[in-house]
């Protein structure tokens, strides 16, 4: 029976054990990088100039990356020491349970950004007039309840972590995550699919894309680098077969994940030929820029007139 932990076997061969290092250390290094900038997106996402529901949304992105790096970091330093440190079973799980917990926060909210985002799109009339105005806080702290829910399941059940597990118990709440998974996943497919398609036909599809574009690169960058860590954890405790190399191969992409998504928000935001130039505020306003005038028309619209300058 599987659980929460998901340790393997060591290299049988140098070289083997060279690739995992190789990888392990680029993964070091990548979240330390993905750090900074979600740090820097957190930072400048919650001043108040940003007021728009799609930066709220950003903002809990940004901390649910945060955490998970945080936790990434720590949790693969044993593997790089190679047996000279090993964390107490009692840290292992709670890194884990932390990792699996802002990694199901962060694909939610990004199942919620592309569904809103479509919904924005394509009935702009109802977005404008009719969204009920606290929806997006909301939709947030539901998804930060619900998944804490669920990785607590998860944990009492699977683990040791508050008891003796449930081993059926475990078996059916992963066959629910392997669903949320699936169903998550093909939730942002059709919603960018479809807004995808409103963009490159509809009538304003020669205008600049702003936002539209940083919620289709998200989804991609999910889907070839946050997906894998994802399958490779329901494999390790749905009892699938996938290769050893595998393991650390998610691993990395994991962080690319978390990592890519502050550079593409400012490089979406920052004026070719002047990027390392502009403010960060400005560029990271500019990526929001279609939405920030949207949430300032609906705003104003329901009787608020919203600054959105600097």
Same mark, same amino acid.
């Given at each position: 029976?599987?659980?929460?932990? $998901?340790?393997?076997?060591? %290299?049988?061969?140098?070289?083997? $054990? @060279?690739?995992?290092?190789?990888?392990?250390?680029?993964?070091?290094?990548?979240?330390?990088?993905?750090?900074? +900038?979600?740090?820097?997106?957190?930072?400048?996402?919650?001043?108040?100039?940003?007021?728009?529901?799609?930066?709220?949304?950003?903002?809990?992105?940004?901390?649910?990356?945060?955490?998970?790096?945080?936790?990434?970091?720590? @949790?693969?330093?044993?593997?790089?020491?190679?047996?000279?440190?090993?964390?107490?079973?009692?840290?292992?799980?709670?890194?884990?349970?932390?990792?699996?917990?802002?990694?199901?926060?962060?694909?939610?909210?990004?199942?919620?950004?592309?569904?809103?985002?479509?919904?924005?799109?394509?009935?702009?009339?109802?977005?404008?007039?009719?969204?009920?105005?606290?929806?997006?806080?909301?939709?947030?702290?539901?998804?930060?309840?619900?998944?804490?829910?669920?990785?607590?399941?998860?944990?009492?059940?699977?683990?040791?972590?508050?008891?003796? %597990?449930?081993?059926?118990?475990?078996?059916?709440?992963?066959?629910?995550?392997?669903?949320?998974?699936?169903?998550?996943?093909?939730?942002?497919?059709?919603?960018?699919?479809?807004?995808?398609?409103?963009?490159?036909?509809? %009538?304003?599809?020669?205008q600049p894309r702003g936002f %539209?574009?940083?919620?289709?690169?998200?989804?991609?960058?999910?889907?070839?680098?946050?997906?894998?860590?994802?399958?490779?954890?329901?494999? =390790?405790?749905?009892?699938?077969?996938?290769?050893?190399?595998?393991?650390?191969?998610?691993?990395? $992409?994991?962080?690319?994940?978390? !990592?890519? =998504?502050?550079?593409?928000?400012?490089?979406?935001?920052?004026?070719?030929?002047?990027?390392?130039?502009?403010?960060?505020?400005?560029?990271?306003?500019?990526?929001?820029?279609?939405?920030?005038?949207?949430g300032a028309v609906r705003e !104003?619209?329901?009787? +608020?007139?919203?600054?959105?300058?600097?």
């Amino acid at each position: 029976m599987t659980s929460l932990s $998901m340790h393997t076997d060591s %290299p049988s061969t140098q070289g083997e $054990m @060279a690739f995992n290092l190789t990888i392990l250390s680029l993964t070091e290094l990548l979240s330390l990088g993905g750090l900074l +900038g979600n740090g820097v997106a957190l930072w400048l996402l919650n001043q108040n100039v940003y007021r728009n529901p799609f930066s709220i949304y950003l903002l809990d992105v940004a901390c649910a990356d945060l955490i998970f790096l945080c936790c990434h970091m720590v @949790a693969i330093i044993p593997e790089l020491l190679q047996d000279q440190l090993n964390f107490p079973e009692f840290v292992h799980i709670s890194l884990t349970m932390l990792r699996f917990f802002c990694y199901i926060v962060g694909l939610s909210l990004l199942a919620a950004i592309s569904t809103e985002q479509c919904l924005a799109t394509l009935f702009p009339a109802w977005y404008l007039c009719r969204r009920p105005r606290y929806l997006t806080t909301c939709v947030c702290a539901l998804i930060w309840v619900l998944c804490l829910l669920l990785d607590l399941l998860l944990s009492g059940a699977c683990t040791q972590f508050f008891g003796a %597990p449930s081993y059926h118990l475990c078996d059916m709440l992963w066959l629910v995550v392997a669903v949320l998974l699936a169903a998550l996943c093909c939730t942002m497919c059709v919603t960018s699919l479809l807004l995808l398609l409103r963009v490159e036909r509809g %009538p304003e599809r020669h205008q600049p894309r702003g936002f %539209p574009t940083l919620v289709l690169l998200a989804v991609l960058l999910f889907l070839f680098c946050g997906l894998p860590f994802g399958i490779f954890w329901l494999s =390790k405790n749905l009892s699938w077969h996938t290769p050893l190399y595998f393991y650390h191969f998610s691993f990395f $992409m994991a962080s690319v994940h978390s !990592a890519a =998504k502050p550079a593409i928000y400012f490089f979406l935001g920052s004026t070719p030929g002047q990027r390392f130039r502009e403010p960060l505020r400005l560029v990271l306003q500019r990526a929001l820029g279609d939405e920030a005038e949207l949430g300032a028309v609906r705003e !104003a619209s329901q009787g +608020g007139l919203v600054d959105m300058t600097v």
